[in-house]
């Protein structure tokens, strides 16, 4: 049987989330500076090569001033150990 080991990522995007520039990003609560206004995708791929799987993801829109709202979300992953 396979054990599992998890994370949780939850971010912010910049803007309203069309480009997916990282506004801030947080791996198990803690918040990963240095990925401000980096690509999601980038964020992504090094979590694949780390062999991370996402399990499940919860999306939450909060609407800022009218010309910046922030997309926010919470992403679940796994991998085997």
Sequence with gaps: MTS???????YVWLGRGLTQEIHTVYLDGQELK???DQPWSVFLNILG????EMSAAKEVYTEGTRLNHLNEG????KRPI
């Design 49 to 52: 090569k780390e062999r991370w």
């Design 4 to 10: 599992w080991e998890y994370c949780t990522v939850r």
């Design 74 to 77: 919470i992403l679940f992953f």
């Design 34 to 36: 240095e990925w401000k």
